[in-house]
């Protein structure tokens, strides 16, 4: 099953405990990984790959960090695991997320666009979110290249890959507000319905400031979670 925003909040919320072979396990395989064919086969896998990423993206070698990511979109899109088949659609959106998040570093149009392509030819089912933060990406690109139609699209699609998630909603909402067209209410509404820490974000928003009534609306639906709102976004800045 493709872990959704709660999921991943739950999980993160949760302290870490390591396993207790771990340091065991660590100790054995430490001077195996200096074989040569095993350094490669570590390397090439979905970890070994994703540990290169990260070390790209943390040196700011964004370029380089998506082209291994989209390299790893290739190398797994027909992938099959024999012993953990329901990781593959789990890992190969993974990369997708870690090239959406490694190419919004920078303006390099072809590589975006081999990230889009790749990923509305992706593995179904089109759900979790690391899909839906994909194609918020792409309907951030989208906008801010003045192609609003794909824009809102994209973002629809982001909307229903994880319908925990109340980001693609306020986008959805502010898109019906800036280009004045959908409905900018409803979706705002279901964005504060998701998470209530949304409308102290859309109360302070430029753009929705501009419509005093919206902002009323939702002050008065939701005049309960107005306090609980702005607690708990104060509490994340400063945490």
């Not at 280009?179 to 504060?192: D, F, S, T």
């Amino acid at each position: 099953m493709s872990l959704t925003s709660k999921d991943i909040e739950a999980i993160k919320s949760k302290p870490f405990k390591e396993p207790r072979l771990t340091k065991t396990l660590l100790a054995v395989l430490r001077p195996l990984v200096k074989i040569p064919p095993i350094k490669k086969l570590i390397a090439e896998s979905a970890g070994g790959l994703s540990g290169r990423i990260f070390r790209l993206q943390e040196k700011k070698e964004y370029e380089e960090a998506t082209q291994v990511a989209i390299y790893a979109l290739v190398k797994y899109r027909n992938k099959k695991s024999r012993f953990l088949p329901f990781m593959d659609h789990h890992n190969w959106w993974q990369f997708m997320k870690y090239g959406v998040d490694s190419a919004s570093h920078m303006n390099n149009e072809n590589l975006r666009e081999k990230l889009v392509t790749y990923a509305n030819a992706g593995i179904a089912p089109f759900e979790g979110y690391d899909v839906a933060y994909s194609y918020l990406e792409f309907s951030r690109w989208r906008y801010y290249a003045h192609n609003y139609d794909e824009a809102i699209k994209y973002a629809e699609v982001a909307a229903v890959a994880d319908k925990t998630w109340a980001e693609p909603d306020f986008i959805l909402g502010w898109y019906g507000l800036v280009l004045n067209n959908g409905n900018a209410e409803k979706m705002l509404i279901r964005a504060v319905e998701k998470d209530p820490k949304m409308l102290f974000r859309i109360v302070n928003n430029d753009v929705c400031k501009q419509n005093p009534h919206i902002i009323s609306k939702l002050k008065s639906k939701y005049h309960r979670l107005e306090a609980v709102s702005d607690t708990a976004t104060r509490n994340e800045k400063q945490s």
